[in-house]
């Protein structure tokens, strides 16, 4: 893990700001641990060797109390810059993870761990809190302070000035070494909480099946298992960040010592000034004070770097090759061509889809029926742009889909999954997904084509009640209906349905498939039918076999 991270100034251009800011009062913190050496050494020495009365060391006392309260202003400007560009590199990383991740879509997301992502997204960026106010500071501060301070000894004292230019450089070897212990055992840390973030949240989403089947009391002691893990992994980061404080500290009180025994006996024979004596003895641990913080507060930045890898990691993926034309076709008048289209996913010996060829004109109604895991549901992926063929294209009105611009072409589709997802939100915030600036009457008169209106007028609050994570609070059968209501809301030409009727009772079933009906009304409309009301809707239907299975 490296001290600074060069991939902060590409992802996050505040970096460069607060590192230029950072440079500048770590520089005038130099001059000013100097000066006030100085003003310190001098005041002293002419008290007790000139014999000064508090008149005569009024101004070098009153300049004095003005290095102290400059060295003040100074370090609240630090932790007040340190903070504001700490939250603005949060945001701003945040920001690209969430836009790279929905660019790299869902297909990409499958392959990995919601609950690890979120902990990165929240948890992972917060710790970078301590790297920008802690760690950072005091890295500027290590390079320029111990430069400064080396060099008004070596003017003073080049005796002292090489005991602390050798002794020196011992701070940060130590340092190295315990940083490498540290990286490996926070690593695990971070891959520990991360497991244990994914496996709670597959549990919590999974209770009920867990309930039902009796299962949730070992998934208990599996969360036990993996929390222990973590406390070990995090006890180990603990150890090795005190012990590491106690040996840099050690080094450092050593090295000081050192100096002082070198001052005094050249005091005690009258080979140096009392004047310069004070002045060394007072520098050389403001020398090894910035490197012995940088130690200290590595393992306060560790955490939130080791989260950085991993957003880095994440921003860093190449994203699916997708077209630039914006000139979509409209696919009410636009003749849709699937030619010899093929998918594999990774991991799996037999192809998704093999080999198959469909035409949907414009303004008909296409049923998809087959087996489960035929591909249908990767045929409608594919129409989407969630998914490219391995072989084949598509054509959209002879241009190829793969040249469209995919937010353009998306903007002209509305899609009704197999279990839509409701967000946590009202009911109303929900259908207006379909279209973010339609107004209240807009968002009712879709509910209603929908067949929504009734059921959600008999909710507490109407509209604006709010629903759970998932819509907890509606049945599958209501949220199918929000579902519709965002189709109907979006008025896009092309709609992609797939199953709304699967795992309704007759009579949700019923009030979907007349509010299908209304929505095919007018558009071109391809869906996956299981269920003969469904399909029933359809002008035409085309059977989809496993791949490997002759039609």
């Given at each position: 893990?490296?001290?600074?991270?060069?991939?902060?100034?590409?992802?996050?251009?505040?970096?460069?700001?607060?590192?230029?800011?950072?440079?500048?009062?770590?520089?005038?913190?130099?001059?000013l641990?100097?000066?006030?050496?100085?003003?310190?050494?001098?005041?002293?020495?002419?008290?007790?060797?000139?014999?000064?009365?508090?008149?005569?060391?009024?101004?070098?006392?009153l300049?004095?109390?003005?290095?102290?309260?400059?060295?003040?202003?100074?370090?609240?400007?630090?932790?007040?810059?340190?903070?504001?560009?700490?939250?603005?590199?949060?945001?701003?990383?945040?920001?690209?993870?969430?836009?790279?991740?929905?660019?790299?879509?869902?297909?990409?997301?499958?392959?990995e761990?919601?609950?690890?992502?979120?902990?990165?997204?929240?948890?992972g960026?917060?710790?970078?809190?301590?790297?920008?106010?802690r760690y950072?500071?005091?890295?500027?501060?290590?390079?320029?302070?111990?430069?400064?301070?080396?060099?008004?000894?070596?003017?003073?004292?080049?005796i002292?000035?090489?005991?602390?230019?050798?002794?020196?450089?011992?701070?940060?070897?130590?340092a190295?070494?315990?940083?490498?212990?540290?990286?490996?055992?926070?690593?695990?840390r971070?891959?520990?909480?991360?497991?244990?973030?994914?496996?709670?949240?597959?549990?919590?989403?999974?209770?009920?099946?867990?309930?039902?089947?009796?299962?949730?009391?070992?998934?208990?002691?599996?969360?036990?298992?993996?929390?222990?893990?973590?406390?070990?992994?995090?006890?180990?980061?603990?150890?090795?960040?005190?012990?590491?404080?106690?040996?840099?500290?050690?080094?450092?009180?050593?090295?000081?010592?050192?100096?002082?025994?070198?001052?005094?006996?050249?005091?005690?024979?009258?080979?140096?000034g009392?004047?310069?004596?004070?002045?060394?003895?007072?520098?050389?641990?403001?020398?090894?004070?910035?490197?012995?913080?940088?130690?200290?507060?590595?393992?306060?930045?560790?955490?939130?770097?080791?989260?950085?890898?991993?957003?880095?990691?994440?921003?860093?993926?190449?994203?699916?090759?997708?077209?630039?034309?914006?000139?979509?076709?409209?696919?009410?008048?636009?003749?849709?061509?699937?030619?010899?289209?093929?998918?594999?996913?990774?991991?799996?010996?037999?192809?998704?889809?093999?080999?198959?060829?469909?035409?949907?004109?414009?303004?008909?109604?296409?049923?998809?029926?087959?087996?489960?895991?035929?591909?249908?549901?990767?045929?409608?992926?594919?129409?989407?742009?969630?998914?490219?063929?391995?072989?084949?294209r598509?054509?959209?009105?002879?241009?190829?889909?793969?040249?469209?611009d995919?937010?353009?072409?998306?903007a002209?589709?509305?899609?009704?999954?197999?279990?839509?997802?409701?967000?946590?939100?009202?009911?109303?915030?929900?259908?207006?997904?379909?279209?973010?600036?339609?107004?209240?009457?807009?968002?009712?008169?879709?509910?209603?084509?929908?067949?929504?209106?009734e059921?959600v007028?008999?909710?507490?609050?109407?509209?604006?009640?709010?629903?759970?994570?998932?819509?907890?609070?509606?049945?599958?059968?209501?949220?199918?209906?929000?579902?519709?209501?965002?189709?109907?809301?979006?008025?896009?030409?092309?709609?992609?349905?797939?199953?709304?009727?699967?795992?309704?009772?007759?009579?949700?079933?019923?009030?979907?498939?007349?509010?299908?009906?209304?929505?095919?009304?007018?558009?071109?409309?391809?869906?996956v039918?299981?269920?003969?009301?469904?399909?029933?809707?359809?002008?035409?239907?085309?059977?989809?076999?496993?791949?490997g299975v002759?039609?």
């Open positions: 893990m490296r001290p600074f991270d060069p991939r902060l100034l590409k992802y996050a251009r505040t970096t460069r700001a607060y590192l230029a800011l950072s440079v500048a009062l770590g520089t005038a913190t130099a001059g641990v100097i000066a006030q050496a100085t003003l310190l050494a001098d005041t002293i020495s002419r008290a007790f060797l000139g014999g000064a009365s508090l008149a005569d060391l009024r101004t070098p006392m300049l004095l109390l003005g290095v102290v309260a400059a060295r003040a202003l100074v370090v609240w400007l630090q932790e007040v810059a340190a903070h504001r560009s700490s939250a603005a590199v949060k945001s701003q990383l945040r920001g690209r993870l969430l836009d790279h991740v929905m660019r790299l879509g869902p297909q990409w997301l499958s392959g761990r919601g609950g690890e992502l979120a902990t990165v997204a929240t948890r960026i917060d710790a970078l809190d301590g790297y920008f106010s950072l500071p005091q890295l500027v501060l290590a390079v320029t302070v111990p430069a400064a301070v080396c060099a008004r000894i070596l003017l003073g004292d080049w002292s000035a090489l005991t602390v230019a050798v002794t020196l450089p011992l701070i940060p070897v130590f190295i070494l315990v940083g490498l212990s540290t990286s490996a055992k926070m690593d695990r971070w891959r520990a909480l991360a497991m244990l973030a994914g496996h709670f949240l597959d549990v919590v989403a999974g209770l009920p099946t867990l309930k039902v089947f009796g299962r949730a009391k070992a998934q208990a002691r599996a969360i036990r298992e993996v929390t222990d893990r973590h406390r070990r992994a995090t006890m180990a980061t603990l150890r090795v960040a005190f012990l590491s404080a106690l040996v840099l500290e050690l080094l450092s009180t050593i090295s000081v010592a050192l100096v002082a025994v070198s001052i005094g006996l050249r005091l005690v024979d009258g080979h140096i009392l004047r310069t004596a004070l002045l060394v003895l007072i520098l050389a641990p403001e020398a090894y004070l910035p490197l012995r913080q940088v130690g200290a507060q590595y393992h306060a930045s560790a955490e939130g770097l080791a989260a950085a890898e991993r957003i880095f990691e994440v921003v860093q993926t190449p994203l699916p090759a997708s077209g630039t034309r914006t000139d979509v076709p409209d696919p009410s008048r636009a003749t849709i061509r699937l030619d010899g289209v093929t998918v594999r996913y990774e991991g799996r010996d037999a192809p998704a889809v093999e080999d198959l060829s469909l035409t949907v004109r414009p303004g008909e109604i296409v049923a998809l029926t087959g087996p489960s895991g035929a591909g249908k549901s990767t045929l409608l992926a594919v129409l989407l742009g969630f998914v490219r063929p391995d072989a084949g598509v054509l959209v009105d002879g241009t190829d889909l793969a040249d469209l995919p937010d353009a072409w998306r002209r589709i509305a899609w009704v999954p197999q279990r839509p997802y409701l967000f946590a939100g009202t009911v109303a915030g929900n259908i207006r997904l379909g279209r973010t600036d339609a107004t209240d009457e807009d968002v009712r008169r879709a509910a209603r084509d929908a067949g929504a209106l059921f007028e008999t909710l507490p609050q109407g509209f604006a009640t709010p629903l759970g994570e998932g819509g907890t609070g509606l049945s599958a059968g209501q949220r199918q209906r929000v579902a519709l209501a965002r189709a109907f809301l979006r008025d896009a030409p092309l709609v992609l349905l797939d199953e709304p009727t699967s795992n309704l009772d007759a009579e949700s079933e019923a009030a979907v498939v007349e509010a299908v009906r209304r929505l095919a009304d007018g558009r071109t409309v391809l869906l039918a299981h269920r003969p009301a469904l399909a029933a809707l359809a002008g035409r239907t085309v059977p989809v076999e496993p791949a002759a039609a």
